[in-house]
């Protein structure tokens, strides 16, 4: 594991969200998605094995009527549910009112929102934690203080090169 700081998690991997998602906002057919749903089938066994608190509790995703975008706003969670449905994914449009009944102190300008279940929210600096120490005791290698430059990285350790190039 490569870390840019001093100390592992100190960054975005500690301070995410917590949000285990089904890769609803990331683009189809793109690594990252592609990532993201492999995560998912891996993931839940994982938090379970390692004794890590998670609510499998899904998460809404809203649009609000700030300004002239908000009919696109709309039609885009009109496309997430298509895609996410193609996917086998738990997707269902929320009304209004149903919103203000899950989250009642949701601005009163919520115009629609999504329901996406599957999505498990987690403690994002536990989950580093348990991946970093898994890791090592299958003999990996934690290295901190260290950027990543596409032109010119190799990992140079006292165990000699560990790897270079754009990853």
């Known amino acids: 594991l490569i870390e840019r700081t001093s100390n592992l998690l100190n960054g975005a991997s500690g301070r995410n969200s917590g949000i285990l998602c089904t890769g609803v906002d990331a683009k189809p057919g793109t690594l990252e998605r592609s990532c993201i749903r ?15 608190p998670h609510r499998p509790c899904g998460s809404l995703v809203c649009t609000f009527d700030r300004n002239e975008e908000s009919t696109e706003s709309l039609e885009a969670l009109t496309e997430i549910v298509k895609e ?4 086998g994914d738990a997707v269902r449009t929320v009304g209004t009112g149903e919103l203000h009944e899950m989250e009642p102190n949701l601005s009163l300008d919520v115009k629609g929102g999504l329901h996406i279940g599957g999505e498990i929210v987690v403690d994002p600096w536990l989950v580093g934690v348990a ?9 990996g290698v934690i290295e901190t203080g260290w950027e990543y430059c596409a032109e010119e990285t190799v990992l140079d350790t006292q165990e000699g090169v560990k790897g270079g190039g754009v990853w």
């Open 38 to 52: 492999d995560s998912l089938t891996r993931l839940p066994q994982f938090l379970v094995e390692m004794n890590i």
């Open 84 to 87: 996410s449905q193609k996917l």
């Open 131 to 139: 991946l970093a120490s898994s890791a090592r005791e299958m003999g």
